[in-house]
């Protein structure tokens, strides 16, 4: 009995250890990626370059030497006025895979010199976030032939031109290879048959590629002759334009002096005229003043005139009636027996008629009074 126990207990514990053993993670793996794609690669990557991270489009348009690992801005050439022209993007992801040791470019500036350990494998995302680049017109390659006229030919073997500039953003993550029989923390995946796990961040580096042309080739492509040879011509024609624009500007000139000076001679005229106009209206004031008083004074004889006009006819008009009155005022005589006799006139009849005519000539009284 005490046999069977011991071998019931024994067959327990084996399973139980068994079953532990057993109790894996159950991982999806993921394929490794072992080369980067074409249209990367062919890219110029500087080291040299990587200041210029913040400001790619003042990279645009130098001139730099490339001396082995060595790299020198020299100068730049853009033409006034004419920027490089810059575009930006956020979503033009150009790898995003997982790499190892066996990675053929691992350590190399194009993952930002991502070296990758044996036993580590590490997640990659390659970004472009920035181009910037100069349109055939905005280089000035007159400029730039006269420049190189003093440039031997060995720099110019080693001298280029900057046409055109990316900036990338490289994010890379380590994962590193974790035991299964020990619990697996953060993000895991499985590779080759091992099982791998981080709790890293990403980490960011930026990178600078460039399209480089040879100063050589870029002089063998352009007649500098002939491009000097029409320079000079613009510049002789500018030069005959910029004359005869300042010959038509002098005689422009000159006929506003002439306009200021007849402007200058009509004000004085009229500044002249202007006096004497004012002399002459003090004189027409004075006058208008004097017949104005002359007006008031014979307004005011003229209202004296037709008060006292007034006054006579209506004084007139009593002694009119006051004369047909007087003309048939009856006068009234008494004859000597006694008797009144009433006269209307006595223009013909004088005191002697009446005496004759037997008549006592005595004024009694009218009958007006």
Known sequence: MRLFVILISTLILTATATAQRSKKISLNPVTLGFDLPDSYKSRTFIKGLAGFVNNIDQLVGS??????????????????????VVTTSTADVIFNAKIDSKFKHNGAYAIASTKV?????????ITDIG???????????????????????LVKKKTYYVRSAKLTTVYTRAFRKTD????VNGI???ANGEVYSSTDQ????????????????????????KLQINQELASRERAETARMAAIK????????????????????????????????????????????????????????????????????????????????????????????LEIISLEELSSEKLTELGFDAVLLKSKQE
Do not use: W
Request: charged share 30%.
């Open 63 to 84: 001139m730099i030497i490339i001396e082995g690992n060595k790299t020198s801005v020299l100068t730049r050439f853009v033409k006034e006025g004419k920027p490089p």
């Open 188 to 190: 895991a995946f499985s």
């Open 117 to 125: 350990e044996r036993d580590a494998v590490y997640e990659v995302v």
């Open 249 to 340: 500007a002098e005689e422009e000139k000159n006929a506003r002096e002439n306009d200021l000076a007849v402007v200058k001679t009509k004000i004085e005229e009229l500044r002249l005229l202007l006096g004497e106009s004012t002399e002459q209206n003090a004189g027409l004031q004075k006058q208008i003043k004097e017949a104005t008083e002359r007006e008031h004074l014979a307004m005011a004889k003229l209202a004296e005139a037709q008060t006292n006009a007034t006054s006579l006819q209506q004084k007139a008009e009593k002694e009119q009636q006051k004369a047909d009155l007087s003309e048939k005022v009856i006068v009234s005589v008494r004859n000597k027996d006694g008797n009144v």
């Open 131 to 153: 181009v910037a680049f100069l349109p055939e017109d905005y280089i000035p390659y007159l400029d730039i032939c006269t420049a190189s006229q003093k440039v031997n030919d």
């Open 180 to 183: 299964t029989e020990i619990a």
């Open 202 to 225: 990403f980490r960011l580096d930026y990178i600078v590629s460039v399209d480089l042309v040879s100063l050589e080739k870029l002089l063998a492509l352009q007649n500098c002759e």
